[in-house]
């Protein structure tokens, strides 16, 4: 049974950074492309970034290019997301997401071929 537990969620002032990391278990950690996503209150979820297998490539909502880095361990079965100059905006539940093939081809913005989900980390970024 695949199991993705999110951590590193916080409170932060605007312009302040926070590291989300995941770790994923029951899996063979890199054969899958993984995703970072967020909801904030009465907002659909909205992909944030991608990174496939072997990190070779990456993919980030305009929303968070420049700002935001995706990387991962996959020594450790763990996604991160590095999150600087953070903005009220950027409140929001951050989930992790293991996506069914190894790569961020496709409509992976809008969650597809994502097949496993943590529970999600709280980011509050006050003004």
């Known amino acids: 049974q695949v199991q993705v537990v999110e951590s590193g969620g916080g409170l932060v002032q605007a312009g302040g950074s926070l590291r989300l990391s995941c770790t994923a278990s029951g899996l063979t950690f890199d054969g899958h492309a993984m995703g970072w996503f967020r909801q904030a209150p009465g907002k659909e979820r909205e992909g944030v970034s991608c990174i496939g297998w072997r990190s070779v490539t990456t993919g980030y909502a305009d929303s968070v290019k420049g700002r935001f880095s995706i990387s991962r361990d996959n020594a450790k079965n763990t996604l991160y997301l590095q999150m600087n100059s953070l903005k009220p905006e950027d409140t929001a539940m951050y989930y992790c997401?293991?996506?069914?093939?190894?790569?961020?081809?496709?409509?992976?913005?809008?969650?597809?071929?994502?097949?496993?989900w943590g529970q999600g980390t709280q980011v509050t970024v006050s003004s």
């Open positions: 997401a293991v996506r069914t093939s190894a790569y961020c081809s496709g409509s992976w913005l809008k969650g597809a071929d994502f097949g496993s």
